[in-house]
Structure formats: structure tokens, C-alpha cells
């Protein structure tokens, strides 16, 4: 099968050949074991997102939560003013994926739809729409954040349009969204140490993403004995 999109997961040390910062690389080995690899299209957050979610609820006391979020989000959509055409075949996609990745007990399917170019980049335009409506819906918040003068023009500009990389208020708009925390490792800075940031701040994070060069991938934390 042709992994284009999102990778199975492999162990570090196989995986992050290129170690420039060698501290670095060690501390990320002691705390994560295994990296899943996503397409670099400008999409990465969304994309791991998505995945991370499905997987990591699946079969655990968070998924009736992460269910129950899913399932408002038409309802912060059309407050925010979509058409419910622009998005209830996207949503009826992400609800369907839901679905198969519950009903799998071989975890093989989730991977398998996000390897299909349309249900995956609907998952994905899905989630930038959820986003956008988020945002809008708490723009009194937002707004201070945003390096624009309309919020609405860069929802449609910068979150909504497929393939343009995300920034931080994003990160937050949709981990509040949906109800999951985040913890994101950095590779950047030049001070010899792994950053950390936790979304939202103190709320116990579910995912584990790695950023290194504009781009997330999904950690998957070493078994605690």
C-alpha cells in the first residue's frame, strides 16, 4: 500500500536519522518510543489530529466524551453562520470514519481511510471548518491573537483553505473544540533542551505531537511499568 499520507508507526531511533542536536534526540528517545510519520502538505496538525484522536479514544473512558463533542459540531458550524451544504457531507465523513475506527478491533481500518485521498482530506477540511467556527463563535477572545483586522477574512483565508499551515490560536481554538489536550515537543531553539507546550495549559494532554521545520508528527509515549 502506498503511505502517502500517514505512516505506521515506527520506533525513534529507526525513524529520526537526521539527529542534528544529539541532547535532544536522547531526551526525545527517553520519553517517547514510536513516531507516525504525516504527509508534509501543509495540512500535518489537522491530519495527525484526526488520527490521534481516533486512536487514542478508541476502547478507552474518553470516547463517549470525544463522541459527544464530535456531535456538536454541526451545531457550532451553523452558529457560526456555515450552510449546513457547505459541511454536513464532510461531517457525515468524519462520523463515518468515527465509526469504522470503533468498530475495528484490528485498528487496521483507521489507517486504511486516511490513506484514502478523499476521506482523509475531508476529515481534514472538516476539522479547518470546525476551526473557523470556533474562532467566530469566541472572536471576543481570539481576536487579540489574530494578525488581522477581521477575523472572519482570516478564518476563510488562513484556516478554512486547504494546505495553509496553522498557528497556535488554531491549536487551541480546535483542542477546546473537541475537548482534547495536546502536548507538543519542539525540536527548534538552540538552547540544547526539548520545548514543551501543553494546550490547554494544565489540562492532562491526550496526544503528544512532535514539531520540527513547520511540520507535526505524532509521538507515542515509552510504556510506563
Known sequence: MDEKYISRKQKIFTALVDKPDE???????????????????????????????????????????????????????????????????????????????????????????????????????????????YLQNHSDFFQQFIDAPHLKGYCSQEVETMAMECDHVEIVALSEALGVGIRIVSMEGCNGELNHITIPAGREPLLHFLYKNSHYDILYQVAQS
Open 23 to 133: 541532547t535532544k534526540y536522547q531526551e526525545l528517545c527517553k520519553q517517547y518510543a514510536f513516531i507516525r510519520r504525516i504527509r508534509g502538505d501543509g495540512n500535518c496538525f489537522y491530519r495527525a489530529f484526526a488520527f490521534g484522536c481516533l486512536e487514542a479514544v478508541k476502547n478507552t473512558s474518553e470516547a463517549q466524551k470525544f463522541r459527544e463533542a464530535v456531535m456538536r459540531g454541526p451545531a457550532e458550524l451553523t452558529s457560526s453562520g456555515f450552510h449546513e451544504g457547505a459541511f454536513t457531507e464532510l461531517f457525515n465523513t468524519f462520523v463515518r470514519v468515527l465509526e469504522r475506527s470503533e468498530a475495528d478491533e484490528q485498528h487496521s481500518a483507521l489507517f486504511e481511510l486516511f490513506n484514502e485521498q478523499n476521506t482523509s482530506d475531508s476529515v481534514v477540511q472538516y476539522l479547518r471548518y470546525l476551526t473557523s467556527a
